[in-house]
């Protein structure tokens, strides 16, 4: 795992960097984001950036999530929930814990999904002063994205002194052995172009991003990569 990359303290970095996977693998069975122990986070580059990745969620099981989130002790997430056989991709705002570890977050927004493989996207402004919006969208074209849910705010609060990161997260609520892959991870900065790089996007070799560029992280497209959990 490259230093861009920061596993959560619940998070187990052994079974990720061992299995050679691009995103987290499932640990074991959990309620929600803040108790998954497999959150892949980076750096948000300020004042305003956006996260892309490429979800391949066809091999999910029932009870599982899996997504792209902006994490700090209030976090909102934009991802693929399954449950009944039927798949969803939903937003999920204002997830928090209390210091008797309880935890809370609301689905505000859902729309069905086919095909398999989907493009989330996370904006993020964290400039001084603003009203540090977050938005979430999503494509199934790499093209155009569909904006889904309500702005979500960051807090800025003193207490918890660690500013918002991205994160990829894949967790299961009912039992392990399904699977998503993550594909591509695009960082795109202000006065990057509006399209990211074509080029396939390996979580585990980042390079380092550069203001106004987008940041690809190339493997070849034919790798066909894949993230398991135990059985």
Partial sequence: MKPKW????????RQVVRQQRPGPAHRDVTNDLYWARNTLTHLIQGPTSTATIQLDYATMRDGDRAGLALLRDSSAWIGIK??????RLVMVNGLTMDSNWNTTGTEVASANVTGG????R???????????PGTFSHSTDGTNFTR????????????????????????????????????????TTPRAQQRPSPASDQLLSPRPATPGRTTPWPVPPSTGQRLTRPQ
């Fill in 6 to 13: 920061e596993m959560e303290p619940q998070s187990g970095q």
């Fill in 117 to 120: 493989r989907i493009r989330l």
């Fill in 122 to 132: 996370a904006a993020a402004d964290i400039r001084p002063g603003a009203s540090r």
């Fill in 148 to 187: 889904l849910g309500p702005a979500f705010t960051m807090g800025n609060t003193w207490q918890f002194f660690m500013g918002y990161r991205f994160a990829l997260t894949n967790y299961a609520t009912q039992t392990l052995g399904g699977s998503v892959g993550i594909a591509r991870f695009a960082l």
């Fill in 82 to 87: 399954q449950d009944g056989g039927t798949t």
